[in-house]
């Protein structure tokens, strides 16, 4: 069975930084691209970014550019995304999903809470 | 980026109601359109995929059309469980955008 566990939020100051990450089992994960998603409290879903299988390709939404970072670590079965210099807009929970263009499979999502 | 919009932000009907939801994009996306439902709580579940086809195991109540810029979701008769939020997704572009949502509740 597919599963895909985050962990690693939490509450973060504005400017502050924190990773999270992605266990993923139940699938091969090299055979996929895995991509981030966040939601805002009471707002709708927005994608933020995704990673090809081999770590080669990753691309991310004009929001986090230049402040988070996806990662992957194939030979754990994890995905990650470091996110720096934080701001009060980033509280949201974050999801991964396997894939980059029809998820199927979500995690159940980590809150991170960005206040002073 | 390919900016989506649905239409309405929400709405209300009776069990048994024909629900149409609307979803259009900025720019030509051909069929590379998913539709996705978020019940309170719950991670989003992929209902439609390549505008049209519907994901195994989801009920044949729930279809979706369209291509290029304008597509509709529908669910043909509305039943308690479907309370819950819809949003469309293009993946013809990265970065993948979605539509802002529709709340759907019982009347």
């Known amino acids: 069975q597919v599963q895909l566990v985050e962990s690693g939020g939490g509450l973060v100051k504005p400017g502050g930084s924190l990773r999270l990450s992605c266990a993923a089992s139940g699938f091969t994960f090299t055979d996929y691209y895995m991509s981030w998603i966040r939601q805002a409290p009471g707002k709708g879903l927005e994608w933020i970014s995704c990673?090809?299988?081999?770590?080669?390709?990753?691309t991310y939404a004009d929001s986090v550019k230049g402040r988070f970072t996806i990662s992957r670590d194939n030979t754990k079965n994890s995905l990650y995304l470091q996110m720096n210099t934080l701001r009060d807009e980033d509280t949201a929970v974050y999801y991964c999903?396997?894939?980059?263009?029809?998820?199927?499979?979500w995690g159940q999502g980590t809150l991170v809470t960005v206040s002073s | 980026d390919i900016q989506m919009t649905q239409s309405p932000s929400s709405l209300s009907a009776s069990v048994g109601d024909r629900v149409t939801i609307t979803c259009q994009a900025s720019q030509d996306i051909s069929n590379y359109l998913n539709w996705y439902q978020q019940i309170p709580g719950k991670a989003p579940k992929l209902l439609i995929y390549d505008a049209s086809k519907l994901e195994t195991g989801v009920p044949s109540r729930f279809s979706g059309s369209g291509s290029g810029t304008d597509f509709t979701f529908t669910i043909s008769s509305l039943q308690p469980e479907d309370i819950a939020a819809y949003y469309c997704q293009q993946y013809d572009n990265l970065p993948r955008t979605f539509g802002p949502g529709t709340k759907v509740d019982i009347k």
């Open positions: 999903a396997r894939g980059y263009k029809n998820h199927r499979w």
């Open positions: 990673i090809s299988s081999g770590s080669s390709q990753t």
